[in-house]
């Protein structure tokens, strides 16, 4: 038999059987579809420029839910007024949310920073999400965006939330609960009128080996472990990697009032001194 015709039908059953294999490894959910240590995105959103160039919007209107303004900021001449009205509800949530993506992949050390104030007439004391690291859909095992997300619909893996006047980091391990999140350290007491600094250093990855820390005006409030405030938990739900999201978000929880919050210096870098505000 011809030598080339007998190369070609071993290639191509090579090519066969890797093929069974994938689609088999992905119907068990066990794929592993990126690469660990990969580049990802640095990141400013200062708001200087007088637009929201580089940001992903999930908000009703841009006039209304996003607005930049020169008074009042935390730093340089302008910031965002962010609104989130009863009657703002897209994409399955009433939310009115900024995002970046490629800034939180797996395996990847990568340091967060922004400036937030909660207006004085803030006036709901129900849970309102700041900031989210939101997992991507998985889309060897079926899930996608559109037309409507079909992921399993539990928190996000790491999640700053607004409640009765304090900030909770909260985590969620497991992507099959609704009400399993937890709170890593202590609530922060927050007074209405005033700037924040928050700063979040995350190792990203699907098991023990990953930590969060973080700061808020220079002060560490993750917990101690006897080494350092580093807190170890998973914070990958697949290593399709994660995205942060910023403003507000109520999920199916309709909000009673009109709500303002102001954000300032957004940045993703590779150091404290670099994403500080």
Known sequence: MNTNFMRSMNETKTAFLFLLTVIFMASCGKVSTAEPNQSFDHFIGDFENGNLSGFHFLVV????????????????????????????????????????????????????????????????????????????????????????????????????????????????????????????????????????????HIYWCDDAAAFIEAWLNGNVFTPFNGTDNKYYKRNLYTRDGNYFKFGQYRGKDQPLHTNVIYFDEIKVGSSYSEVAP
């Open 61 to 200: 209107d841009t006039n209304v839910n996003t607005i930049i303004v020169n008074n009042p900021v935390r730093k340089g001449n302008h910031a965002l007024k962010n609104t989130l009205r009863p009657d703002n509800y897209i994409f399955n949530g009433y939310r009115t949310e900024l995002s970046v993506y490629n800034c939180a992949k797996y395996k990847t050390d990568v340091y967060y920073g922004f400036s937030v104030m909660i207006d004085t007439s803030y006036s709901d004391n129900q849970y309102n999400l700041v900031c989210q690291w939101q997992d991507l859909p998985n889309y060897l095992q079926g899930e996608n965006w559109e037309p409507s997300p079909v992921l399993h619909g539990s928190p996000p893996p790491v999640q700053l939330t607004y409640v009765n006047g304090t900030f909770e980091l909260r985590m969620n391990d497991n992507p099959n609960s609704s009400n399993q999140t937890f709170l890593v350290g202590n609530a922060q007491t927050i007074n209405k009128g005033q700037w924040y600094d928050l700063v979040f």
